[in-house]
């Protein structure tokens, strides 16, 4: 777990890394390697095809307690995936929320398509700094 909150970076990534090097001096190396490998495929989410051409965008996505988000949002991008918002708000993602919550997550993910295969990779919520949608307004149910 310390290499991959290592690799994932932020303030405390530093000190991950030094706990990496601490626990096994043999294998630490191999280990953060393989915990980037690991988060790579973790953040990244293959979707249905959202353009027949090349094209990248970034979308803002709300998940308001289920893993289908609520709203998703074009932030910025190749115009041929500006209306692809409907189709990823279709999709299930890895996001969990606790039984009872009223918490709502924002992340932003960065959707690719190339040769008819599209993903989308998640990034993590200091990417967004920055990056806020005026439109983007949180407002209570």
Not at 53 to 69: E, G, Q, Y
Not at 88 to 99: R, Y
Request: net charge positive.
């Amino acid at each position: 777990m310390y290499a991959v909150a290592a690799a994932a970076g932020g303030p405390e990534s530093q000190s991950s890394r030094q706990q990496v090097m601490r626990l096994n001096a043999t294998t630490r190396e191999k280990d953060l390697a393989q915990a980037m490998a690991d988060l790579e495929k973790m953040k990244t989410i293959a979707v249905p095809q959202l353009a027949s051409a090349t094209a990248t965008a970034r979308f803002i996505f709300l998940f308001d307690n289920s893993s289908a988000p609520d709203r998703v949002q074009f932030l910025d991008g190749d115009e041929a995936l500006r209306g692809a918002a409907d189709k990823l708000q279709a999709i299930d993602f890895p996001v969990k929320f606790p039984d009872v919550s009223s918490i709502k997550v924002i992340r932003l993910g960065t959707a690719s398509c190339r040769n008819s295969v599209c993903k989308l990779e998640m990034q993590p919520l200091n990417s967004m700094q920055g990056s806020v949608h005026p439109q983007l307004a949180v407002t209570p149910k």
